[in-house]
């Protein structure tokens, strides 16, 4: 059974900084392509930050420059080094893994709150 865990989620104060981790289990992360999303409330979930095929990094516009996706492939971890959070990173994070063959994988979310 698959299993993807967040955590590091917390309230922090803006221009700080959050590391969030996503364990896999049951899962090989170094075969599928893994990204972060986001959820904010009354807003649609978007994609944040993803590594396809293992090197590729993409970011959306608003988190370049300030996050970092990476994963541990002997941990089966993927993090995201969130700096300078702004208050409109508020939201909730999930993990998300793509075999590439349609099938994907979520985690259950962890929560981050930046207060202004």
């Known amino acids: 059974q698959v299993q993807l865990v967040e955590s590091g989620g917390a309230l922090v104060q803006a221009g700080g900084s959050l590391k969030l981790s996503c364990e896999g289990s049951?899962?090989?992360?170094?075969?599928?392509?893994l990204g972060w999303y986001r959820q904010a409330p009354g807003k649609q979930r978007e994609r944040v930050a993803s590594i396809i095929s293992g090197v590729y990094t993409t970011y959306v516009d608003s988190v370049k420059g300030r996050f970092t996706i990476s994963r541990d492939n002997a941990k089966n971890t993927l993090y995201l080094q969130m700096d300078s959070l702004k208050p409109e990173d508020t939201a909730v994070y999930y993990c998300?893994?793509?075999?590439?063959?349609?099938?994907?994988?979520w985690g259950q979310g962890t929560q981050v709150t930046v207060s202004s």
């Open positions: 049951g899962i090989v992360f170094s075969v599928h392509d």
């Open positions: 998300n893994a793509d075999d590439k063959r349609g099938r994907n994988y």
